[in-house]
């Protein structure tokens, strides 16, 4: 087998084994931001890697389905990820808003409940908390439109930022029935009820899949671990892949501890799949 790196867990290797033994149940599912596209400063400049998005390509017809699964709006992903109208990507399905929102390369439109009100009124009162909270030179806020993600990665201690404004944010969402999605230099306010884990394992299920692999870099991806461990427990097999950081500051403990395999963000993860769909 010529792939560049094999899974260290035994339940790893029995997840790659049945992908590769019956591909046509097998579903794999993949994170955007640092998983498929590297991570940079400005969130509208992350475009997923085209080596990433050609691998899918050849990958898709040969599974029972491939998924993007994000916390970014579907619309988004779909456009950063340049998802549409892709030859060899016509199935694919990107579950935005971890899981909220739904577009299908088949039927391209977003679906989506409206956001609660909370949202709006977190929107209002945010400017006020940021200021009371004297967020540092840098801070800056997505409105993501059902959820709004304080961003640190501009500021010049990160890491600082974001612990100067983890209560008063926890605080804010909490108020207003909300809660927060840690990440990489982030803290996002959002509806609570979707999440990555029950994303996929919806998904797993609808497309009756007998083996599922998933990638992911971040904390908003432990869900989707948690779905994949769980749905070992039922039989099917999984393959847990770690889109590790360059930068091991960022490094995620449960990511990386818990994968069955690592590679070297989007480069590293891009090449892996051009193997996997060279040896399907
Ligand atoms: O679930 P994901 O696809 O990983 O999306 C999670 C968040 O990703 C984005 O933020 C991250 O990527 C940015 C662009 O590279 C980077 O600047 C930021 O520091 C990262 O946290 C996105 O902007 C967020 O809204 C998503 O929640």
Do not use: C, N
């Not at 400063?41 to 050609?54: F, G, K």
């Not at 779909?78 to 808003?97: I, P």
């Not at 201690?157 to 100067?164: H, K, V």
């Amino acid at each position: 087998m010529s792939l560049p790196s094999m899974p260290e867990t035994a339940a790893g290797r029995a997840g790659l084994a049945a992908i590769l033994a019956d591909p046509a149940r097998a579903v794999l599912a993949l994170d955007f931001d640092g998983t498929l596209a590297p991570i940079v400063t400005d969130p509208q400049d992350a475009r997923a890697r085209p080596e990433a998005v050609h691998a899918l390509a050849r990958l898709a017809p040969r599974l029972a389905g491939v998924a993007v699964i994000t916390g970014r709006p579907a619309a988004d992903a779909v456009r950063f990820g340049g998802f549409e109208s892709v030859a060899g990507l016509e199935g694919l399905t990107v579950l935005g808003a971890y899981g909220a929102e739904r577009w299908d390369a088949a039927d391209p439109v977003v679906r989506a409940p409206e956001p609660p009100a909370g949202v709006a009124d977190v929107r209002a009162e945010l400017p006020a908390v940021l200021a009371a909270s004297a967020a540092p030179q840098g801070t800056w806020t997505e409105d993501k439109g059902r959820a709004l993600a304080v961003h640190t990665r501009r500021a010049a201690t990160p890491d600082e930022a974001l612990d100067r404004l983890r209560a008063p944010l926890y605080a804010l969402a909490e108020r207003h029935g909300l809660v927060v999605e840690p990440g990489r230099m982030v803290l996002e306010l959002r509806p609570p009820g979707a999440d990555k884990g029950a994303a996929l394992t919806g998904y797993v299920h609808e497309r009756a899949a007998t083996a599922v692999a998933y990638a992911g870099d971040d904390l908003g991806d432990v869900p989707a671990y948690d779905a994949v461990e769980a749905l070992r427990r039922e039989g099917v097999p999984g393959l847990l892949i770690y889109s590790a950081p360059e930068t091991a500051t960022e490094s995620v403990e449960e990511l990386r501890t818990g994968a069955d395999l690592r590679v070297t963000g989007p480069a590293g993860l891009a090449a892996w799949l051009e193997a996997l769909a060279d040896e399907l």
